[in-house]
């Protein structure tokens, strides 16, 4: 099974790189993110509550990874609703499961999330951890908001980041930290393409053993 597994925390630029990694090697793709994401969006929709586990475990169970819909997905409210359902054991079991059975495709796969080389695929092919500081991501959330048009502010954005991070990094199930056979790729001062170029290589190099 050839599973490239890519973690780190939001707005690191793992979305963007696995994006470049999976068409480079024509690997299929699953941002998990958005599987938490679709869940909590599925609950918001029906006004079923976000903290009662065994409703949001029934709807991460009947979860369709082919309907998943990024531009719908992205809003800031569903990731905040995403992070919070994302501590309940029995909606990440239902969602490993199909995560897993994705990453058994062929040629290959490309994962991306909090816990895809700790949990999910601990046998990936290559496991890459990206991070950057809050700063920098809080200005890149901030520069792609202003590009899209909309209007935010760095602060509330920063805090948002160390919140989410506090939560993802903090939680007793699967909490966000690299694997011990993870390659470390800091992009506060690297630029997408050479981080693209790194990872790259890693992968080249496994791919020939
Ligand atoms: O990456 P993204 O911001 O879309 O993820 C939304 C939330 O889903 C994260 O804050 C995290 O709590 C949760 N998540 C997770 N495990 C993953 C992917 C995402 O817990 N593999």
């Known amino acids: 099974m050839k599973t490239i597994a890519i973690d780190g925390p939001a707005a690191a630029g793992k979305g963007t790189l696995s994006r470049r990694i999976a068409e480079e090697f024509r690997f299929h793709h699953l941002?998990?993110?958005?599987?938490?994401?679709?869940?909590?969006?599925?609950?918001?929709?029906?006004?079923?509550?976000?903290?009662?586990?065994?409703?949001?475990?029934?709807?991460a169970r009947s979860l369709d990874l082919g309907g998943l819909d990024r531009a719908v997905l992205s809003a800031h409210a569903i990731g905040e609703a995403a992070s919070k359902i994302a501590v309940m054991p029995s909606v990440r079991r239902a969602l490993v499961e199909a995560q897993r059975s994705f990453a058994a495709r062929e040629p290959g796969t490309v994962l991306d999330g909090r816990d895809i080389g700790t949990v999910?695929?601990?046998?990936?092919?290559?496991?890459?951890?990206?991070?950057?500081?809050?700063?920098v991501r809080a200005r890149r959330r901030l520069d792609e908001i202003?590009?899209?048009g909309g209007?935010?502010?760095?602060?509330?954005?920063?805090?948002?980041?160390?919140?989410?991070?506090e939560r993802d990094m903090g939680r007793a199930d699967s909490p966000l930290k690299p694997a011990d056979d993870a390659h470390l790729l800091d992009t506060?001062?690297?630029?997408?393409?050479?981080?693209?170029s790194a990872a790259k290589s890693f992968i080249d190099t496994a791919l020939k053993q």
């Open 31 to 59: 941002d998990t993110g958005l599987t938490y994401r679709a869940t909590a969006k599925a609950l918001l929709d029906r006004g079923l509550p976000l903290d009662d586990e065994a409703v949001a475990a029934d709807v």
């Open 120 to 135: 999910v695929c601990p046998d990936a092919l290559v496991k890459l951890y990206v991070t950057a500081s809050p700063e």
């Open 146 to 148: 202003l590009a899209a």
């Open 151 to 165: 209007s935010a502010d760095f602060e509330t954005i920063l805090d948002d980041i160390i919140r989410r991070d």
């Open 188 to 196: 506060s001062e690297m630029s997408i393409e050479a981080a693209f």
